[in-house]
């Protein structure tokens, strides 16, 4: 009997707890704060959460003086993926909003910490084209068609080769340890073979689990489906090189009672300073704090990408 009642413990039991925001998308923009701060010469990205985000923010007191796009107000965090393109229309890249955007945070009764102040992070592979770069950079990203079967072969972080009776939905899983006396070090649970306790590496502890939910909806705009490679691509290549992005800039007070969102089986809103129980859309506005520079157009991404380029290949030639 008691290896049966453990086993039911540990995986089905308080693991569940979790709570979701979901955010409308507000920006298209070239600029990624967390990977190429000060410089608007990233891909193209697609942003969600508090508009107060620019190429420099690096702090969630920033993030909290702006208009959040999350569903509840506490929740001034930023989110962005790599924008989601349709390009069965000629040489034209038609950005994709996601449908619905969710931010689930999960596994909130093992979490030892709340998400520090300041903490920003970001997952997967921008550089990947193959599903072993995807593994070898031990993130987990998914895309499938929502409710779909899929054949065996078909490997996880591909596009669907068939067209999806309802949504394309992408996964990505976030850091769930952080060492709290530095915040650049962070990493996955589970991966350190170590016997028991709470399975992050030495110095680091848990923290809820920030996983992205993204669904799409291609039914008008690939109205006559796809059969084999969808008309779709990522501002930074393949579907291989999907990766998400977080910075911190939840109420304070939110994020110590996030921890208390540990129901086994129902999720829980999280109450702040600026907001209790459930709430509905924001009502400010979000708009790009910085609508001068950079560029929501894809094309002119790219040369702003190669400008960097050449003007890197210029300082090695001259060095
Ligand atoms: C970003 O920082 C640079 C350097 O401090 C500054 O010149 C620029 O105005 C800032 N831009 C925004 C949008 O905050
Ligand atoms: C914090 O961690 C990062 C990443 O491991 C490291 O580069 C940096 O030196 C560390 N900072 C301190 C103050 O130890
Ligand atoms: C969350 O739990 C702490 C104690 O751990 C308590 O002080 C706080 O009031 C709780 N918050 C809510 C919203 O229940
Ligand atoms: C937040 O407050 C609501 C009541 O308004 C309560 O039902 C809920 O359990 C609280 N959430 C947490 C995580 O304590
Ligand atoms: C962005 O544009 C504003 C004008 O709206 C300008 O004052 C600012 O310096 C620009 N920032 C950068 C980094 O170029």
């Not at 993030?63 to 107000?73: D, W």
């Not at 790009?288 to 960097?308: E, H, I, Q, R």
Request: charged share 15%; net charge negative; hydrophobic share 35%.
């Amino acid at each position: 009997m008691l290896p049966t009642i453990l086993l039911l413990t540990g995986a089905a039991g308080v693991a569940n707890a979790y709570t979701i925001v979901a955010g409308q998308t507000f920006m298209f923009k070239n600029i990624d704060p967390v990977v190429m701060p000060g410089e608007y010469k990233s891909h193209m990205h697609t942003f969600m959460g508090s508009d107060a985000v620019t190429l420099n923010t690096s702090t969630s007191a920033e993030l909290r003086k702006g208009c959040t796009s999350a569903q509840s107000l506490n929740d001034q965090s930023v989110y962005w993926t790599p924008t989601l393109y349709y390009t069965g229309a000629g040489s034209d890249y038609t950005p994709l909003a996601p449908e619905r955007f969710s931010a689930y945070y999960e596994n909130i009764a093992e979490a030892e910490i709340a998400i520090p102040e300041d903490y920003k992070v970001v997952v997967g592979n921008a550089a990947g084209t193959t599903q072993a770069d995807v593994d070898a950079a031990g993130t987990t990203a998914e895309w499938f068609c929502e409710g779909d079967s899929a054949p065996a072969s078909k490997e996880a972080a591909a596009f669907p080769t068939t067209t999806c009776s309802t949504h394309l939905q992408h996964i990505l899983r976030f850091h769930d340890c952080v060492n709290p006396s530095n915040i650049s070090e962070h990493s996955y649970s589970g991966r350190q073979n170590l016997p028991n306790t709470n399975r992050c590496p030495t110095g680091q502890s848990r923290i809820p689990q920030l996983r992205f939910s993204i669904r799409y909806d291609l039914r008008k705009t690939i109205s006559s489906g796809w059969s084999g490679a969808p008309p779709l691509t990522l501002a930074c290549g393949s579907s291989f090189c999907a990766h998400g992005d977080f910075i911190n800039g939840w109420d304070k007070t939110a994020l110590v009672n996030m921890l208390n969102a540990t129901s086994k089986t129902e999720y829980m809103y999280i109450n702040g300073t600026l907001q209790t129980g459930s709430g509905g859309d924001p009502t400010c506005g979000p708009t790009d704090a910085d609508p001068n520079n950079g560029t929501n157009d894809y094309l002119k991404s790219v040369a702003m990408m190669a400008a960097k380029r050449m003007a890197k290949r210029a300082m090695s030639f001259f060095a």
